[in-house]
């Protein structure tokens, strides 16, 4: 049986992206398809499990890796997102949603030997808590806030409160929200807080995204480490290929703070180009060589 470090699962979308210039881009996208390679580029062995239709399996071929490392996990759908961006910084959009994939079920997992199974949400709905509970049993557990906050209504995106989130944060080896989903989460405006409540309601380790910085704390010791992107043409995914690449480095041994110094140089180096990261570990080493010293 094949051994992995990290299994990074989620639906993959068909993305229409608009900037603030009206400017339209389609594109395959999820944070399944953003993590993945920043994760690989880091120097983990990772698979991802990919929910998408059958007709879409094309987008398997964007992840550019073996084909054994990449699983189609059956769908009669695959999500279908549009997001507007109304600024250069990309940080104020409308997004919504055609179509949503199914969830995926513990029956669908791959059975392969895995330290850390990565729950790579877009919508709540996408992991029913049967999975969760399975996840804990097989290893240890990760999860975007993202995929247990945005709610699919209508098409529309609206956000709530996670209703479980008491039950299933003790599950969560690591957490990965940004800044305003920390706030739905803790009613919390200070990241450093709302990573603190984080921990004490059971998540071990908490990474919190923001366009300046990103936040790591586990319990013990908070870090942070400045985005120094030159432009932001590449901003979608930002805190997708941050937490790929995080938990690959957590995985293989780093140490948090360096992990979360790879990481934010990895997305600020990301951010540069549109899509998602196709560099490699020296060009992440490099950046950091020249921009984190």
């Not at 800044?179 to 059971?202: F, K, M, P, S």
């Not at 948090?256 to 951010?271: D, G, I, N, P, Q």
Request: charged share 25%; hydrophobic share 40%.
């Amino acid at each position: 049986m094949k051994q992995y470090d990290l299994m990074i699962l989620g639906p993959a979308t068909r993305d229409v992206n608009i900037d603030y210039t009206g400017a339209e881009d389609r594109s395959s996208g999820g944070a399944v398809t953003f993590c993945t390679p920043a994760a690989v580029a880091a120097g983990a062995r990772v698979l991802a499990a990919v929910k998408i239709a059958a007709e879409d399996r094309d987008i398997l071929e964007s992840f550019r890796m073996d084909p054994e490392d990449v699983v189609l996990l059956p769908s009669e759908k695959t999500t279908i997102m549009r997001n507007e961006y109304f600024t250069p910084d990309r940080e104020r959009r409308n997004s919504c949603c055609a179509a949503q994939s199914d969830p995926i079920t513990p029956a669908e997992l791959p059975d392969v030997d895995c330290r850390l199974y990565h729950l790579a949400g877009l919508l709540y709905g996408d992991f029913p808590n049967e999975l969760i509970e399975h996840l804990h049993t097989k290893g240890m557990v990760s999860a975007d806030a993202q995929g247990f906050l945005r709610h699919n209504e209508g098409g529309k995106m609206v956000f709530h409160d996670w209703a479980d989130k008491r039950k299933y944060l003790p599950y969560m080896d690591f957490l990965k929200t940004d800044a305003a989903e920390a706030e739905i989460l803790t009613g919390l405006t200070d990241r450093a807080e709302a990573a603190r409540v984080l921990h004490d309601w059971g998540a071990k380790e908490i990474l919190i995204s923001h366009n300046t910085e990103m936040l790591a704390f586990d319990g013990k010791t908070l870090c942070t480490c400045p985005v120094k992107a030159r432009n932001l043409s590449g901003r979608t995914g930002r805190g997708d290929t941050t937490f790929g690449a995080y938990l690959a480095m957590r995985v293989t041994g780093a140490g948090m703070e360096e992990a979360l110094r790879y990481a934010t140089a990895c997305v600020s180096l990301k951010m540069e180009t549109p899509g998602v990261f196709r560099g490699t570990r020296a060009d992440v080493e490099a950046y950091l060589e020249q921009f984190y010293q």
